[in-house]
């Protein structure tokens, strides 16, 4: 029996991030047919998958960054952003990496779904995951240009 699938979708729509996946490990190839799987009932089949990352791009370390500092920052941690298209409708999900802490991403979870208060995140947790979410969404429509990281 395998995991469960770590994952959120707003039940309102009109959300520009309509929720969130925190896979188990790195390899999301393989976990991804137990995502669209889990949607298929609440978008309809789902027919197409796009994403705005490549296999050589590494996933952010979204405990390393301090986003208490981000709004400052120069360089903005580019995210991780799939959508999933199904008969009924498209959800738009940020990818929260597998190694993120579990405070961080239930609150990640909780922020992009609109759950108040998610889990027992900390406040801070909560916090970063508001700054998360906000940066990922002007990623997303284009008012923050992603750096590929260095390392």
Not at 32 to 47: I, K
Not at 121 to 147: F, N
């Amino acid at each position: 029996m395998s995991a469960p699938i770590r994952f959120t979708l707003a039940t309102e729509r009109g959300a520009n991030i309509d929720g969130a996946w925190w896979p188990e490990t790195a390899r999301v190839g393989n976990e991804l047919p137990l995502l669209v799987s889990a949607l298929n009932p609440l978008l309809g089949v789902v027919r197409d998958v796009s994403v705005n990352w490549t296999r050589s791009d590494s996933f952010p370390d979204l405990d390393a960054v301090d986003y208490d500092g981000i709004r400052n920052s120069l360089v903005p941690v580019a995210q991780r952003i799939i959508s999933l298209t199904g008969l009924k409708r498209t959800a738009t999900l940020l990818v929260i990496p597998y190694r993120t802490s579990s405070a961080l991403a239930v609150a990640i979870l909780g922020e992009t779904a609109g759950i108040a208060s998610a889990g027992n995140s900390s406040a801070k947790a909560r916090v970063s995951a508001r700054r998360i979410v906000r940066e990922a969404t002007k990623q997303l429509y284009g008012t923050v240009v992603p750096v590929k990281s260095t390392s």
